[in-house]
């Protein structure tokens, strides 16, 4: 079946510094991929999505390109905040199989210090 | 901005009560979801429904029920509350076949 997989955290990083989180996928259809943010205490938030191969989504300085050949959405900002401190989610949702929920990889928590 | 809403947003409960957890979206969302949510964070699917009068079980067994009789409204219904329901319960909702899912804020249930 349809899966989602996600580096594990948490990851620690400093104010400026670089993010990657990665993200792979794999899926029967023709996914739609998304990541979603959730902020302590509150429920998940969409970040950013690509519905087709070599899309880009971004938002807030994010971004992530959808790639068919390496089956992965990696998710990237080139000077976090420590704003910016939260779990992070990894989807996808596969139009081939019509009504198929979302399917999210377990989440990598990003702590930012200043 | 989204408009899905839970009620209650917390929510302690005694062992073998009744609760009901609500769910309701003003955007006519065909879809609507429930995700259990650990402490470690991982999001597990627990019902869905593509529309009126359907429901279906998620990956992970719950001992709750929920029903569709309403677009906008997909309660979770558990019958009898032990200490092993205490999670974060996430109601979400979307359109059509590969859409972005609307989260609402979540319901924090404590059973004691």
């Known amino acids: 079946g349809d899966s989602v997989t996600q580096m594990e955290g948490p990851v620690t990083l400093s104010e400026e510094a670089f993010l990657t989180i990665n993200c792979t996928y794999t899926?029967?259809?023709?996914?739609?991929l998304f990541w979603y943010v959730q902020y302590p205490g509150e429920g998940l938030q969409l970040l950013l999505k690509?519905?087709?191969?070599?899309d880009k989504g971004s938002n807030k300085g994010f971004e992530a390109t959808y790639r068919k050949e390496t089956t992965s959405f990696h998710l990237e900002k080139g000077s976090v905040q420590v704003s910016d401190s939260a779990v992070y989610f990894c989807?996808?949702?596969?139009?081939?199989?019509?009504?198929?929920?979302?399917?999210f990889g377990k989440g990598t928590t990003l702590s930012v210090s200043s | 901005e989204a408009d899905i809403y839970q009620i209650p947003r917390y929510l302690v409960i005694g062992t073998g009560k009744k609760i009901t957890l609500e769910c309701s979206q003003t955007?006519?969302?065909?879809?609507m979801y429930w995700y259990q949510q650990d402490p470690g964070m991982e999001l597990h699917l627990i019902h869905y429904?593509?529309?009126?009068?359907?429901?279906e079980k998620g990956d992970l067994s719950s001992e709750s029920t929920v029903s569709r009789i309403r677009t906008e409204h997909f309660p979770l219904t558990l019958e009898s509350a032990r200490p092993s329901h205490t999670s974060q319960y996430l109601c979400a909702s979307s359109a059509g076949t590969g859409g972005s899912a609307f989260f609402g804020q979540g319901t924090r249930l404590t059973v004691v």
């Open positions: 690509a519905t087709k191969a070599d």
């Open positions: 955007m006519g969302h065909d879809k």
């Open positions: 429904s593509y529309g009126v009068n359907s429901t």
């Open positions: 989807a996808l949702s596969d139009r081939g199989q019509a009504g198929t929920a979302l399917i």
């Open positions: 899926a029967t259809g023709y996914p739609s």
